[in-house]
């Protein structure tokens, strides 16, 4: 009966999100947030979006794994997903870290948009992935191991899908995902403007403030009784990255991420 229920709830949401999609308009000229995952994405587009009293879209499960990767290999196209799900793509600011995968589409379908990539030094943000499904970062692979993760997840821990190497491990995959974020994030910098999450971090008020009045966009709204609402569920920050990862994975790991570490200043390990 709760499985029953729990797919009642699934098409009931699916059904009225294609109701809304029939009936909405595209906003061409949108802020689109962009970011690989646990980077802090949602925490900033939630907060610039109030602090602007903008619409906003949090995520669009409809882009998700695997019609991403579909996109990516060019079977699908991303404006035939904006005409199916208008509705997403209706509001003032549009978050969606998996479009940060298929920028030049993006880009294409809305030229007008102001863009943000928000990047994050890899090592916590894996850290926060891992995290997130629950799956330590010090093993060598996963094969044999009784983790309970989903096909979209497995195939983010897939090297091959990110540019490397089909033999490479789980923290080697993640660690050639942030390189394919922040790969397309330097072709189209012109484009964009870079917000780093430890900045964030530092001074959430200011950054916001900051980063609205470079898209042009006035305050309407007081935030400051929300900055710290736990938008995404926290990963551990308080763990060491070597006890985290363990000597060989966190090697693994800033060896594949080294160049643009030093392009954004993230130095090597020292924790």
């Known amino acids: ?55 906003k879209t949090i995520d669009i499960p409809p882009l998700w794994s695997p019609v991403v990767l579909k996109i990516m290999r060019g079977q699908i196209g991303f404006a035939n ?14 978050k969606e870290p998996s479009m940060t995968f298929i920028t030049d589409q ?53 090297a091959s899908m990110w540019g490397g190497n089909k033999t490479e491990n789980y923290v080697e995959a993640l660690a050639h995902k942030w390189n394919k974020a922040v790969d397309n994030y330097v072709f189209y910098r012109e484009r964009m403007i870079l917000a780093k999450y430890e900045e964030f971090l530092a001074d959430k008020y200011g950054f916001i403030a900051n980063l609205a009045k470079q898209l042009g966009i006035t305050e309407r709204v007081d935030i400051k009784d929300k900055l710290d609402v736990q938008y995404q569920p926290r990963g551990d920050r308080n763990v060491l990255w070597k006890d985290f990862f363990g000597i060989e994975n966190l090697m693994r790991l800033e060896r594949i991420c080294s160049t643009w570490m030093k392009e954004f200043g993230y130095s090597e390990s020292s924790k």
Do not use: W
Not at 5 to 26: E, G, H, M, N, T
Not at 81 to 94: A, N
């Open 1 to 55: 009966m709760a499985e029953l229920l729990i797919q009642i709830k699934k098409y009931r949401k699916r059904l009225a999100c294609y109701v809304k999609s029939r009936f909405a308009a595209v906003n061409e000229r949108p802020v689109v947030v962009l970011g690989n995952q646990k980077s802090g994405t949602s925490a900033i587009a939630h907060l610039l979006a109030d602090f602007g009293g903008l619409s």
């Open 81 to 94: 997903l904006v005409r199916r799900h208008k509705f997403y793509f209706s509001t003032d600011l549009i």
């Open 106 to 158: 993006v880009i294409e379908r809305f030229p007008n948009a102001r863009y943000i990539f928000i990047i994050r030094d890899p090592r916590d943000n894996i850290r926060s992935i891992l995290n997130r499904i629950n799956v330590p970062g010090h093993l060598p692979g996963l094969d044999g191991k009784p983790f309970k993760i989903k096909s979209s997840q497995r195939i983010m821990l897939d």
